[in-house]
Structure formats: C-alpha cells, structure tokens
C-alpha cells in the first residue's frame, strides 16, 4: 500500500497543474478555454480548494466518505477480474438482454444512428439534443460490443456523469434488479483510490466509466495494439484540450462520440476530424425530438425589460462594432454569421489562421456584450416578478452563466419566501444530492445554478427554466433546454421564461427581429409551441401570461 505523496517534496508546478486537471475534470467547462497554470487564482475563481491522492483525484473530506485509502499503482487488477464475467443464459446475449428491460422499444432516431455509426465502420459523432436518449444508445453499442469479443471505455468530463453512466449500466446489464453487472468497473473519481471500490482496467469482455482527466493523464490504462476495443466519450465537446484530447488514443479500433451540440473550443475542430472523421455523422435536432414526441412540447415567455440608459449607450457601441467586424469578415470570407453555424464558421478561421485580429475583436465583444446584457438590475426585477409562480409551482430551475448574479437572486428568493438552493461549484456532492431529492418532492422550490446543471444532470419533474443571464453559446441553450423537455407523466407542461433587454438583439418587436435571428436564443423560440411576449413594467399583463399555466398537465 502506498502512501499519499508529501507535498512538500512535490514541485509547485506539478502539483498545481494536478489540480487545474482535477478542476477541469469536476468543476470547469471546458467550452470556453483551458486555463494555464498562470490562470489560477486564489480560490480558483470561488472554487472550494481541493488536495489530490497520488492518483490524481479529489480527496473528498471525512464528512463524505468514511475512509481514504490507496492502491498501489503497480497492483494488477487484472488477476483479481479474471474470472468475474456476467452469466449470460444459453440463448441469450448482451444486446437481447439490454433490449428485453426496455419498456418501449429504441426511438427511430437511435436505430437510424446506430445503423449509420456502424455503416461508416463504427467510427463518428452522434449529436443529439439533451433528453433524446444519448446515453442509451452508447448502452446498446456497448453491448453489442461486448457479443462480439471486444471492450468498451466510456469517458466521462466529471465524477456526477460516471456515477450516472455506472447507475444506468447497471440498470441494463445486471442479472437481476438488486445486483450490479461484475461487468462493470470505474476508474477516476472515487474508483482506484478506494480500496472499497475498486479500479478496472480497461479490457476486452468489461465496460469501464472513466472520467476523462484521470484516464488521459494514465497512458497504462489506454488499450494495446493487439485489444479491441471500444471508446465512447460523452460529451465529447469537451476534450480538445491539450490534456483531455489525450483520451484518444488511436488502438481504439471503435470510436463513438456522444453530444448535445457539437460545438469544441473554437479551432479546435481538426482534432475530431482526424480522429472520428466528418462531424457529427449524426443530427438530431430539437424539431426532430418534439415531432417525434421524444421530448416534450413547450411554451415561451419572454420579458422584456429595460435596459439602463448608461448601459443602452455602451450596447448600441459595443453592436456597432460588432456588425461593422461581421460586415468586414463577409467581404473577405463566406461566413454567415447564422446562429446555427457562426460556432463552425468562425473556428473555421482560426483553425486556417485566416484574419485573427478581426476574429479576436469579433469574440472579446461579443463577451462585452453577454456581460452587459445580463445586469443584475433587469434579471432581478424578473425574479422578483415569478417570485410568487417560482413558490406556487416548484420544479423551478434558474440558468445562468455568471456566479455573483446566481448568488444576487438566490438572495431575492429567500427574501421574498421562497425555498431555493444555489448550486455552484463549491456545494459538495452529497448537498447537490439532497437538494436535487427535495427538489422532486417539492420542499426544495427552485435551484438556481451558474452552469452547474448544464450536464449530466436529471431532474425529471423540472417544468419550468428561466434562462437569466445566460451567454450566448449555443451549447448551453440547448442543454439547458433539453433538461426542461425531458419527458415524464407526472410534470405540467414544460414552461420557459427569458427576460430580454428592450432594444437588443434580444428584443423580438424591434423590426426585422421577430425571429431573434442575431441571437442563439433563436433555437428556443423556434421550436416553441407558443411565444408570448410582455412587458415587465406591465405587472397586470405579466400576471395574466404566467397565471394560465396553474395546473396545466404535459399530457
């Protein structure tokens, strides 16, 4: 048994660049950019500190786990697996007995997926908006993997989406209800350093979930040239980096990728290129899961506010410059700037090292311009307006992309009576699961969470999303729409409220923009059943667009 490293014989550099990948692993989204080790601040900006095993994990304190002990990394876990393979009846196989605890059977879209992925010799990127099954059809891959002699590794970005993988494989490869399939192994997060859960190494015959920063930084768990095996990696989007990107390792004869909207770190899209081919070879998009009824019908409402004169006058300069920079790119490129594809369009760009400077200034305003749109004077006023619906209705779940303004309304909450849990990166595991627990028994009414809840998150109930201060990314919006569309037969009809700043690309009664075509908001209208529009200083017409929604079943 070893012993955990002395930290006072570890470099500073090594040890803080093990906890910028724990960090990256549990906590950061890795959409926007991976910070180097100059980028940390005290706290790592309102994280709680963490101390990391020899592994490179999270210690998690006492309090949430009873002991901490370690392996030694030259252990072989090999003996001690060799002879736990799952009992399979004479006449039965992986698939047959994941497809016979199905309840209904796969949606078209998974077939369709799955039919291409293996046509293009099991090899691509399936994007699929949250809700539509994306989990399951890297659970029946895998065990059609497994018939045919070979392994899977699922890598995952956090600790929540491996247990969520573990849990639900389980539900399908286990023999019977009460026990889990020996099947399955961990590696990362709390497996391999616990000797009460134990790590697996990946090979041919067992399903390992592992969170991506662990298996990167362990080239001694990657596959040989002489195993076949198979890697999903959920959310995929997440691993362009230089650390993460090492998960990719080319002895993985099979390769699945798995996400709501493929959209990596802009120029950074070769990387999938070259290693999963064309992307994504699969879309399956919001107006594709509502006509299926594989997610649920919604409404919108959307509140418009008013924008301060000060900050009016610095939006109308900072938009200025932003349409005279896309007027400039126009002229010397084919780029759009649609919402749909401006993601593609602009990494194109970079990735061709063609008009950085204009692309730079292009991207640091379009920052200045989401900070600028989600004051907390507009969003506040909003809260305090759904206050009473947030009380009346529960099932609430409040987005935002910025840490102060979540804490500047979960106060508003309180004051005004309402039971809410903000959830940000410093609430430890065992909280978020008594909160999301209260939350689907009611006693817990709203959560209100700065990109918490953006992955790998269920919360079935959850009917009613307001999207406070969001930025404009694509991705966000539509996993955060896709958490409120999950469907279930005991929650109302899915509700969405976006406050939008009067006189902004936001607004949907300036001429010309009724359909928000400046604004990634645009996917949420669009696919809606209803859009109504009100004004915030109006409280009677607000009252009268949110009040018909009492009670009102999603079936």
Request: aromatic content about 10%; overall charge negative; hydrophobic content about 35%.
């Amino acid at each position: 048994m070893s012993e955990k490293f002395d930290e006072e014989e570890i470099s500073g550099d090594f040890e803080r660049e093990y906890v910028r990948l724990t960090w990256l692993a549990d906590y950061f989204d890795g959409d926007e950019s991976h910070p180097s080790l100059n980028d940390l601040e005290e706290d790592f900006f309102g994280m709680h500190p963490i101390s990391l095993d020899e592994f490179g994990n999270e210690i998690i304190p006492d309090e949430d786990r009873d002991q901490e002990q370690f392996y030694d990394e030259s252990e072989d876990f090999t003996e001690e697996y060799e002879d736990e393979t799952e009992d399979l009846d004479s006449d039965e196989t992986y698939e047959s007995r994941v497809l016979s605890k199905l309840s209904n059977p796969m949606y078209e879209w998974q077939e369709n997926a799955l039919e291409e992925w293996e046509i293009n010799d099991y090899t691509g990127i399936i994007e699929a908006v949250t809700g539509s099954g994306k989990t399951f059809l890297g659970i029946i891959a895998s065990a059609k993997a497994l018939d045919e002699g070979l392994g899977v590794v699922v890598v995952v970005p956090t600790r929540v989406l491996q247990e969520q993988w573990i849990d639900e494989i389980n539900q399908y490869f286990a023999k019977g209800d009460e026990e889990s399939a020996r099947i399955i192994g961990g590696l990362g997060g709390e497996y391999g350093s616990d000797l009460n859960r134990r790590a697996s190494m990946p090979m041919e015959g067992r399903i390992v979930v592992a969170v991506a920063a662990t298996f990167a930084a362990r080239e001694a768990f990657h596959p040989g040239n002489d195993e076949a095996m198979l890697i999903i990696a959920d959310e995929v989007h997440r691993y362009s980096g230089d650390q993460h990107s090492r998960v990719f390792s080319e002895n993985f004869e099979r390769r699945m990728g798995l996400t709501a909207t493929f959209e990596p770190v802009l120029g950074r899209y070769s990387l999938y290129e070259n290693y999963f081919g064309e992307s994504p070879l699969y879309t399956y998009s919001f107006k594709d899961a509502i006509r299926d009824e594989v997610v649920s019908e919604y409404d919108v409402v959307l509140v418009r506010v008013i924008l301060p004169p000060q900050m009016k006058y610095e939006y109308d300069r900072l938009w200025g410059k932003v349409k005279s920079i896309e007027d400039k790119l126009r002229f010397f490129t084919k780029i759009s700037f649609a919402p749909e594809k401006v993601h593609r369009e602009i990494s194109t760009l970079k990735e061709n090292n063609e008009h950085i400077d204009l692309v730079a200034d292009w991207e640091n305003l379009n920052d200045e311009l989401d900070s600028l749109l989600s004051n907390k004077a507009t969003k506040e006023s909003t809260i305090r307006m759904l206050a009473p619906y947030i009380d009346r209705w529960g099932h609430t779940v409040i987005f935002t992309d910025y840490v102060q303004l979540a804490e500047q309304l979960q106060t508003i909450l309180i004051v005004d009576g309402v039971y809410s849990k903000l959830l940000d990166s410093k609430v430890r595991q065992s909280e978020r699961r008594e909160a999301f627990n209260y939350f689907e028994d009611g006693r817990v009414k709203s959560l209100v969470s700065p990109r918490v809840l953006d992955e790998g998150v269920n919360l079935p109930l959850l009917s009613f999303g307001i999207f406070a201060g969001v930025r404009r990314r694509r991705l966000q919006l539509v996993q955060r729409l896709g958490r409120v569309l999950r469907k279930d037969p005991n929650k109302t009809w899915p509700l969405i409220c976006i406050p939008v700043n009067i006189g902004t690309f936001e607004d949907p009664l300036l001429d010309g923009n009724q359909t928000l075509p400046y604004s990634p908001l645009n996917i949420i209208i669009g696919n809606a059943s209803k859009v109504t529009i009100v004004d915030a200083k109006n409280e009677e017409e607000v009252n009268a667009a949110f009040d018909i929604y009492d009670g009102e079943s999603a079936e």
